[in-house]
């Protein structure tokens, strides 16, 4: 994944119809569900229930409303929807995005959809389901994926969540692999970082500007503080240490060396690309 609304949408129209047909957008190209008596949500019902609405691309049901919008545009629309379901205090949002045997992503296997541009396998000039990410956040998420070596960001499983505006880096038990083999650890992190399969690569991460702004954070002071975090009983009995504080001074000690120079070390992405 690129950082998406995929993750959000999940199977989208290949698994899940809602029991009422989509209502025909108006000239907001919005669907009037808030006059729509069907979808007055119960106050007593279970709020466990789901509760949804289906955005219908087929034809340009609902989004977007007719093929050609700027991508500008298209966002913005995709984006009413979901204040919209916000405003309704629904919990589910279905977005059909392979609606003809074609797709709304950039996908190996099926051409570009013809309700984005009017012409089927045309690129629309972005990810409709990967808002943009700016060079900058992308940069610092890059660095610190780099950092703590974490393998487990990729389009496949991009473990971002976008909660109340701000992305969310979740989900890092993938990360800091050397510590499964301490003898070989300063060897092991002093490899390079391979970017080239990263769910935010393809958004020209900024590395040199987020190694300026984080490296010098990463000090031994805050090193020493996280790690005093972690309780001893996680730490004790590890083969070549002696103590819980001697492995958390390993910790501390590759990642202090790591954040000096990483960003030089990450390969596969052209920044400003």
Known sequence: MQPSRRTVLGGAAATLALAWAAPRADATGLSPLASSPSCVLDPHADKTDLRGIWIASVTNIDWPSRPGLTPTAQQAELVGYYDL???????????????????????????????????????????PLAFAVSPEEAGRIVWFDALVNNVDRSWRNPNLLMWQGDLWLIDHGATMIWHHNWPGAEASAGRSYDASDHALARFAPDLAGAAAE???????????????????????????????????????????????????????????K
């Open 85 to 127: 379901a916000v405003a309704q205090r629904y919990n589910t949002v279905v977005v059909q995005v392979r609606p003809t045997a074609d797709a709304f992503w950039p996908s190996p296997l099926e051409p570009w959809s013809k309700y984005l541009t009017g012409t089927q396998g045309r690129n629309p000039g972005y990810d």
């Open 214 to 272: 984080l490296a010098p954070r990463v000090t031994e002071e805050l090193l020493t503080e996280v790690t005093a975090e972690i309780p001893d009983a996680w730490l004790a009995d590890e083969p070549g240490f002696d103590t819980p504080d001697d492995l958390r001074h390993a910790y501390a000690r590759v990642l202090l060396a790591r954040a000096a120079d990483v960003h030089a070390r990450v390969t596969g992405i052209e920044e400003g």
